[in-house]
């Protein structure tokens, strides 16, 4: 089988300063990579160098394409990059603010992706927002009122919903439920769960929460000061960590 | 008239704006960035129209002046003695008789022709501006003709309103490329931009100029339930009994009473004149 995304060698510096360097993995239709990593650990790097929100000093981000089978996106021309990041992949901003059009309402932000792609006829674009907004479980009422009237949790599932509209294949997600309260997180990530085996959605993770990538991720992967500690299932790296950071990084959590 | 420069600005600056004006024409509907220069009256006052139409005269040129369709209000008034003055053309108030008109708000409704040129005064020249405030973005969204973002608009219209509520700077595609704002004009006069005369577009705060050549595709951005529709007050001339023009309510008294006339006064005018009446042509006129 051919890999999704095949990350090779991504290096990012900010200066002398590192940010990401040398990472490599490969990405299978339907998996979900988790990224775990104290803050500044260089995941998030990692994650916009991988989006294309940041260019990285060196590698390739390999994805393969419905079209053209497997291409190199860190070299491809900056409209198909855009075009890509509003089709076949999604980014959830931690904080649904910089991810959603606050001015917007809550059917127009479902429906920016669709009109983006051509979409021109109102009546189904609008019954495919209320379908998405029923399977974030925000009530289909909602359509018209603006994301500022929303809580956290339900701007966090209209950006989902949003990014998912147009069926991406994959998906990046820094920290989905940072800033959320437990209760709401839990629901949240119920969600997710049911919403990536329902479309078999592949996904990247970046999060500094271990409930999240135990509950999300088939594998994972433990970073710190911009390198790759150690890869492995996600069971097996929680439940038997080989590198001494790891093993840290999971007693610390355990204690909490 | 020997105080000023032919049309006020020195040569040097009409040479700058001839050739943003130029690129504008060779890119329909593209957004030309241009050094906008102080005029002596206030920006609401339609500076970016004034430069275009500064850097567009000639000696031989009659000039009209309208906002909202009215040759006589203040600053139509003071923008065309600002050229009379500076340039000593002539000016007239007939649409026919013009080869260059400036306009706020209106297109004339008399068909132009291919010896005229329409310059419009522009506010705000970005159609992307209220949903994406970042210049940076909108840029590359025209640039990559991303304009998903304009039909968010409309559909927010809808959603509100049961229908495109949109009256005035009605976003437009022209010839299948760049997304432009036609100033705000009324929609209904959307569909005449479709015309002989070459129409120019200047915005002297957002420092920016833009063109349609003769006869250039301008299309309406609309959903296909929701077309779009040039819309009017369904009513005829109280005047002129025009049925074709774009009509302004004016209140007659405290007691409700009111009456639709052409908001074009030429056009209204020239009709009265060539002995067509419409309700209360008789006695109001
Ligand atoms: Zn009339």
Known sequence: MTPLLQVKNIRKFYGARIGCKDVTFDLYPGEVMGIVGESGSGKSTLLNSLAGHLAPDCGEVIFDTRADGPVDTVTMSEPERRMLSRTDWAFVHQHARDGLRMSVSAGGNIGERLMAVGGRHYGSIRERAADWLARVEISENRIDDRPSAFSGGMQQRLQIARNLVTGPRLVFMDEPTGGLDVSVQARLLDLLRGLVREMGLSAIIVTHDLAVVRLLADRLMVMKDGCVLETGLTDQVLDDPQHGYTQLLVSSVLHV | ?285
Not at chain 2, 42 to 49: A, L, V
Not at chain 2, 175 to 191: A, L, Q, T
């Open chain 2, 1 to 285: 008239m020997s105080d000023y420069n032919f049309a006020y600005l020195d040569e040097q600056t009409k040479r700058m704006i001839r050739r943003a004006i130029l690129k504008g024409l060779a890119v329909p509907g593209y957004q030309v960035p241009f050094a906008s220069r102080e005029m002596p009256m206030p920006y609401g006052w339609g500076t970016g129209g004034v430069q275009v139409s500064a850097a567009t005269l000639t000696p031989d040129d009659t000039l009209k002046v309208i906002d909202q369709g009215a040759d006589d209000t203040t600053n139509a008034v003071s923008i065309r003695k600002f050229f009379e003055k500076t340039a000593g053309i002539a000016t007239t108030e007939r649409t026919a008789r013009a080869s260059v008109i400036q306009t706020r708000h209106r297109i004339p409704e008399a068909e132009l022709t291919e010896d005229q040129i329409l310059v419009y005064q522009v506010p705000i020249p970005e159609p992307l501006r209220f949903l994406e405030p970042r210049e940076t973005e909108t840029r590359k969204m025209h640039a990559l003709e991303e304009y998903g973002l304009m039909h968010v608009k409309l559909y927010e219209d809808i959603s509100q309103h049961g229908a495109i509520a949109t009256a005035y700077a009605y976003p437009v595609k022209v010839e299948g490329r760049y997304v432009m704002d036609p100033s705000p004009i009324p929609k209904f006069d959307n569909p005449k931009m479709e015309m002989a005369a070459i129409q120019l577009f200047g915005a002297g705060r957002e420092q920016r100029i833009y063109a349609l050549p003769p006869y250039t595709q301008v299309v309406s951005l609309d959903f296909e339930d929701h077309p779009f529709e040039a819309s009017k007050a369904d009513h005829p001339c109280d005047l002129c009994g025009a049925e074709d023009s774009y009509l302004d309510e004016v209140i007659l008294d405290d007691a409700g009473g009111r009456m639709f006339v052409c908001s074009d006064t030429d056009y209204c005018r020239s009709r009265r004149e060539a002995g067509h009446s419409g309700r209360l042509g008789g006695e109001a006129a």
